[in-house]
């Protein structure tokens, strides 16, 4: 469904118990004329959505388009805009932040404000006064134990969808709330609003270059995968996610930052590969709820691809560094004895370059099926026969495990993570040569769709099911971070 079917008359506006929001009249509307709105409610944005804890200090009202997005979709006024010029605050960032967090768990608190009025001229949770006195509704004993956490800062240039981006994310909601309490700090205006809405509900996301600042000076631990501030005393911990020359350039602020004590950690081995020094491996994860299938949702069905049809499926980014052209090289070569189609899902980067590229990509044969990128990418995987990766070069590639643990057979080229991963557990993939033009990759889909793909399949299933979850990545980080703490590395 990709509309409003509610029983509940609106049509004067109110409460939609559905999606949790208060709707105008003209809300409502749209909710059952336009499905761009319900779908967007449905994933837990749209107007009005109130997510929470999710926290951004704004540089200025008039902040860039994205962000006025995030602002309204997600925040809903949670956080007063003027934090920073108040003069009543005594505390810092990051225990106001805390007291926060108490605030929207409140039974008080609803509507996005809280019920006692305690004279704040800003319809927001600093109706409390925050920075003055505490609350009888407080657990006062949870506060306690909040604040002693470990005080991590998650720096990022942008969080745009990308696997980096998309690991900030996860470790929001991975790590161990009663030992970690994590901010996020952003310096960019470039931001994808369906990613940030699945950040951590309690934790904060600050924009404001004096804040972030402030935040940093106030952390523990500021950890990052780009320029990293020379101006804090906290421990850096700079996390390496590939080896392309993109990620090389990135890595270039550890050089600008002026330090000799930045501890070095890397998604793969491969990904340590540029960087220089004692560099602690810590394997990537996987967010398992984007792989949800929902029953109604047929994907072959839907696109007319009949049971003896090969299905060669791609889930990521769209761009030239990917050679998604040598899944259609491939699939031009299967196609001479074989029905077969390519579905490529995933988000194309909007450049000159990209676009021509995707324009060549459109003239192959058998023609690709393009999906525009979602969150929930289980009904694809479960439809695809094998999933291909055919990157020059990755870090530790997220879309690898989702296959591995939708049971998809999964062929590959030998970069990140691959080679490490198979010295330990065995084969876990069908290799196919970097520098392949189309024919070794589809004598490796042949392998992959023959029995013994299906072996290599569940056998890389039971290994990522135990090692590459939201578990395993929180597990292996919260015990990195209590290290790097107590001066243990």
């Not at 161990?176 to 470039?190: A, F, G, H």
């Not at 989702?402 to 080229?413: C, G, N, Q």
């Not at 392949?436 to 099911?465: F, L, M, P, W």
């Amino acid at each position: 469904m990709m509309e409003c079917d509610c029983q509940i008359d609106l049509s004067a506006g109110g409460f939609c118990p559905r999606h949790q929001v208060q709707k105008s009249a003209l809300l409502v509307r749209k909710c059952q004329e336009r499905g761009a709105y319900w779908k967007a409610w449905e994933q837990g944005c749209g107007p009005n959505r109130n997510k929470g804890s999710i926290y951004i200090i704004k540089k200025k009202e008039n902040q860039a388009k994205a962000l006025s997005v995030v602002k309204k979709t997600l925040v809903s006024d949670n956080l007063c805009s003027s934090l920073g010029r108040c003069k009543t605050n005594k505390r810092s960032l990051l225990e106001i932040f805390n007291r926060l967090q108490l605030c929207v768990e409140c039974s008080k608190f609803q509507n996005d404000h809280c019920a006692l009025d305690r004279g704040c001229d800003k319809r927001t949770v600093f109706q409390l006064r925050l920075q003055r006195r505490d609350c009888e509704y407080w657990d006062q004993e949870r506060l306690a134990k909040m604040s002693k956490r470990i005080k991590v800062a998650i720096h990022t240039h942008a969080l745009n969808n990308g696997g980096a981006e998309r690991w900030i994310v996860d470790l929001t909601n991975c790590l161990d709330p009663d030992k970690i309490q994590t901010v996020v700090t952003l310096t960019s205006e470039s931001v994808d609003p369906v990613l940030v809405a699945k950040i951590n509900s309690s934790t904060p996301v600050v924009t404001n270059a004096q804040q972030i600042q402030k935040v940093h000076n106030e952390s523990d631990i500021i950890l990052c995968w780009g320029a990293v501030s020379r101006n804090t005393k906290a421990k850096i911990v700079f996390c390496s996610h590939g080896c392309s020359s993109w990620a090389i350039k990135n890595s270039e602020g550890l050089l600008k930052a002026g330090r000799d004590d930045i501890y070095l950690t890397a998604v793969s081995e491969k990904a340590a590969g540029i960087l220089s020094g004692n560099v602690t491996i810590l394997w990537n994860g996987c967010d398992t709820s984007r792989l949800e299938i929902n029953q109604d949702q047929d994907v072959r069905k839907e696109w007319g691809i009949s049971d003896d049809t090969l299905l060669i499926g791609y889930v990521g980014r769209i761009a030239t560094g990917k050679r998604i052209e040598i899944i259609s090289s491939a699939a031009s070569k299967l196609a001479l004895t074989r029905k077969v189609r390519v579905m490529i899902v995933g988000m194309p980067m909007n450049t000159r370059k990209n676009r021509r590229y995707i324009t060549t990509l459109l003239s192959h044969k058998p023609k690709p099926i393009f999906i525009d990128r979602t969150e929930y990418v289980g009904p694809y995987y479960n439809a695809f026969d094998v999933f291909v990766l055919p990157s020059a070069s990755e870090g530790f590639s997220l879309a690898m495990i989702e296959a591995w643990l939708s049971k998809v057979p999964v062929v590959s080229t030998p970069v990140g993570a691959v080679e490490e991963i198979e010295k330990v557990f065995g084969q876990m993939v069908f290799r196919s040569p970097v520098h392949d033009r189309g024919r070794a990759t589809a004598q490796a889909i042949e392998q992959a769709v023959s029995e013994k793909g299906k072996k290599v399949a569940e056998h890389a299933y039971n290994i990522a099911s135990e090692h590459f979850t939201f578990k395993g990545l929180g597990k292996r980080w919260t015990e990195y971070l209590e290290k790097v703490y107590n001066d243990r590395i």
